[in-house]
């Protein structure tokens, strides 16, 4: 069988590559691995299962668990949740298996399946490829009063969104109020528990992009497509607006004059929150490699680290764990608050930046223009053999040239795709022309040295 596993579980076109009947040789073999690990002292395991809005996570929802349950694992129901919120239920809940049915911030279409350990995190390499091993094997199936259970979680909305809320400084005083905020939902999984959160916190909540028909998801609207928020945070006068993505596990921001605001400069402005309360662990912040060089510039500025990682919010999580620390994420959106949460989370985000907007007295503009972002160009070249990137010596003699021409004013990185063959060549500059300048010059020396 081919490799199933992604670098965030499964994910492909609902029907086509993600079929029920892998979706239900997930859940056995998901169950399998769990068995194998746990000690359950006669008791049955027990998985908590959410999707997001799009109609395809009916079809597989209802596979996975069957595979869960026919395999002796208790499933409680979470229905459409956030993947943080289903991150949440896992740890409150004792679950020792958590399942996300969604596709974040593709399109309709696809769809994809997630699993969560013991905790509300993700699961590491090396437990997928064990459940990858599993699927299609013969199995010795559990009969009788051995098969699992399938129970419905009631109040998953109105509990996830009081959590979220209690995270606040005094959550019990509405401390959002006086605040008006835009939320684009993405018609997504944020739909009901988002506008919900921000109300309850005493904010006063215009939305869009809430209307889930189960086909919308993401479609011109969310994190992807920040004009519809753009245009309503200027039609309300809003303080600001923020956009989830499908599976609102990250956001991006507007600020109340239209411009956006990006995950590096949201988490500058959670950064030097913390920093000042003497909250932020270790004074640092994790980061990736693509986080535009303005923020290391911010932050060190305030006295401030910033640790890169390679890029995805798994490795940031990884970093985080390992060393202790308390906030980090992506320029996508994906900013992960460890002290309240185990994965990004979009409404989580918003809540505290609006809550820094008060307490501070500052716009969202004031706050995020502490980062001036340096002119940044990605140049994709295909077609050429990536695996080469880091030993060709012409290459990094070219790579090594520029870096030293820019000084500590820009940078160079040279990236080779994970999925496809090609190299992602990325420069930041103090200006945009020197930056097209330098990216695509260097991207006629990968062409010329890498070719296949």
């Known amino acids: 069988m081919p490799k199933v596993f992604g670098t965030d579980g499964v994910r492909g076109l609902a029907n086509g590559r993600l079929t029920a009947e892998l979706a239900l040789d997930l859940g056995v073999a998901a169950a399998r691995v769990l068995v194998g690990h746990g000690e359950f002292s006669g008791r049955r395991p027990l998985a908590v299962v959410g999707r997001d809005t799009r109609i395809s996570g009916q079809f597989l929802e209802h596979a996975v668990v069957a595979g869960l349950t026919s395999a002796g694992v208790d499933v ?67 009969v009788g009063a051995d098969v699992g259970r399938v129970m419905p979680h009631d109040g998953t909305v109105a509990q996830y969104a009081a959590y979220l809320v209690s995270t606040l400084e005094g959550s019990r005083d509405r401390p ?10 993405a018609h997504g999984a944020a739909s009901e528990v988002g506008p919900r959160a921000l109300r309850d916190a005493g904010a ?35 303080d600001a607006g923020f956009a989830v993505d499908g599976d609102a596990d990250r956001c991006l921001a507007v600020d109340h004059t239209g411009t956006v605001v990006d995950g590096d400069q949201l988490m500058v402005v959670l950064a030097l929150a913390l920093h000042e309360s003497g909250r932020l662990a270790h004074d640092t912040l994790v980061a990736t490699v693509m986080s535009n060089l303005g923020l290391v510039q911010a932050l060190s500025a305030a006295g401030v680290e910033v640790l890169q990682t390679a890029v995805g919010d798994r490795y940031v999580l990884e970093a ?26 979009g ?30 160009v990605l140049v994709n070249v295909p077609d050429v053999d990536k695996s080469r990137t880091e030993t060709d010596e012409v ?19 040279l990236r080779p795709s994970g999925t496809e063959d090609l190299v992602r ?22 062409k010329a040295q890498l070719t296949q």
Not at 97 to 108: K, P, R
Not at 176 to 185: A, E, I, P, R
Not at 395 to 413: F, I, P, Q
């Open 320 to 345: 985080m764990r390992a060393g202790g620390y308390s906030l980090g994420g992506e320029q996508s959106g994906h900013v992960i608050m460890r002290e309240h949460a185990t994965t990004g989370d």
């Open 204 to 238: 006063t909540v215009i939305t869009i992009g809430a209307e889930p028909d189960g086909l919308n998801i993401n479609d011109g609207c969310g994190s992807t497509h920040l004009e519809p928020l753009q245009a309503a945070v200027l039609a309300h006068g809003a």
């Open 176 to 185: 959002l109020t006086g605040l008006t905020v835009v939320l684009d939902c």
């Open 425 to 446: 060549v990325m420069v930041e500059a103090p200006t945009q022309e020197a930056a097209d300048v330098i990216a695509h010059r260097l991207a006629d020396v990968v």
């Open 347 to 376: 409404i989580l985000t918003a809540l505290h930046v609006l809550q820094r907007m008060k307490t501070s007295r500052r716009s969202l503009a004031d706050l995020a223009g502490v980062m001036t972002r340096l002119p940044q």
């Open 76 to 142: 409680l129901r979470l229905r459409v949740l956030p993947t943080p919120g289903v991150a949440y239920f896992t740890d409150l809940l004792g679950a020792d298996l958590g399942v996300v049915i969604s596709a974040s911030h593709n399109a309709m279409p696809d769809n994809g399946i997630k699993f969560l350990a013991h905790g509300g995190v993700k699961l590491d390499d090396a437990l997928e490829a064990e459940i990858e091993a599993c699927l299609g094997e013969e199995w010795d199936r559990p």
């Open 395 to 413: 290459l990094a003699g070219a790579v090594a040239t520029e870096a030293e021409l820019l000084g500590d004013t820009g940078r160079v990185l």
